[in-house]
């Protein structure tokens, strides 16, 4: 059973190799990046998807999960409750590699501090571009855009089948 974890040993074990020789090759350019997320649960993933989403759109999703044989998941959604926030996530309960052991969100460390600015260079390096070349030299997959700290094993899409097939393995993973 997965859990909620920072820890590079949660993830799925040809994924932890990849990552480990880019997070490597960005400390050998100077650039520390730092892991601070790596399997989520669905509960946590209903979270953040429900950040800044109206009622509405909750109660649609939950629908539409119930509609197409995901129980499980639309409970899950269902149960965390209100939250409130910046948007963070697209991806409902189910859909993230996070959730499989297939992704990691970093942070650059400068000094003794986190640094998020996806613009920011100091000494000329910005430190999510250097772990974007690197990611991509061993065939990993960085995050959209808006979420630059995200390393991927698959490129962007949903795991596979329906959405009663994700319902079951994210039941059989998480439970």
Partial sequence: MLTDSRSLDALEVGF??????????????GVVMVPYMTTRSPQV??????QSRSGAQVREAIAMLRAEGADWLAAVLDSVGPC???????????????????????YWLVGDDAEWSPDRKVNGVNGYAVMREEAYRIGLHIGPATDWP?????????P??????????M?????
Avoid: F, N, Y
């Fill in 16 to 29: 932890r190799a990849r990552l480990s020789l880019a997070l490597d090759a960005c400390e050998a350019r």
């Fill in 45 to 50: 993933q209903a979270r953040l998807w429900r």
């Fill in 84 to 106: 409130h926030g910046a948007p963070v996530t697209l991806a409902l309960p189910g859909l993230s590699w996070h959730q499989s052991g297939l992704a990691c969100d970093s």
């Fill in 150 to 158: 995200h390393l991927q094993d698959r490129k962007a899409g949903r």
């Fill in 160 to 169: 596979p089948g329906t959405w009663a097939d994700i319902d079951a393995t």
């Fill in 171 to 175: 039941r059989g993973l998480w439970t």
